[in-house]
Nanobody, 124 residues
C-alpha cells in the first residue's frame, strides 16, 4: 500500500508562486510514476503534470506548461510542484497521484494511489 500526503497549498495573489509537496511512503518511491491533478468546484479532475519514475521525463498540461515545474527527490520520497505566475483559474484542490506501472498517464482513473488534496486559491 502506498500512502500519499500533499502539503503546501494556500492563498496567493495572482502572479505569485507556491510550491506543493507530496510525501510518499509504503513503496519504493523510485519505482513510482508521480503526477499532479487538480479539481475546481463543479469541474472534473484534470491532469496538471507528471514525472517518470526515473525523473528523466516530465509532462504538462497546456494550461500550465511554462509556468509549473514538477520534480522529484528520491532521497526524500517526495515530489514537488513549483507553481509560478499563478492565475485565478489555477484555483482548485490539487491532488498528488502515484502509479506502479512505470507508464505515464494523463487520465486520473489510471492512478492507483491518491492523497487527500491541498487547496490552492489564487485571488485576482
Amino acid at each position: 500500500q502506498v500512502h500519499v500526503v500533499e502539503s503546501g497549498g494556500g492563498l496567493v495573489v495572482a502572479g505569485g508562486s507556491l510550491r506543493l509537496s507530496c510525501a510518499v511512503s509504503g513503496r519504493t518511491f523510485s519505482t513510482l510514476t508521480m503526477a499532479w491533478f487538480r479539481q475546481a468546484p463543479g469541474k472534473e479532475r484534470e491532469f496538471v503534470a507528471a514525472i517518470t519514475w526515473s525523473g528523466r521525463s516530465t509532462y504538462y498540461s497546456d494550461s500550465v506548461n511554462g509556468r509549473f515545474t514538477i520534480s522529484r527527490d528520491d532521497a526524500k520520497n517526495t515530489v514537488y510542484l513549483q507553481m509560478n505566475s499563478l492565475k485565478p483559474e489555477d484555483t482548485a484542490v490539487y491532488y498528488c497521484a502515484a502509479d506502479e506501472s512505470m507508464a505515464v498517464f494523463r487520465t486520473a482513473t489510471l492512478y492507483n494511489y491518491w492523497g487527500q488534496g491541498t487547496q490552492v486559491t489564487v485571488s485576482s
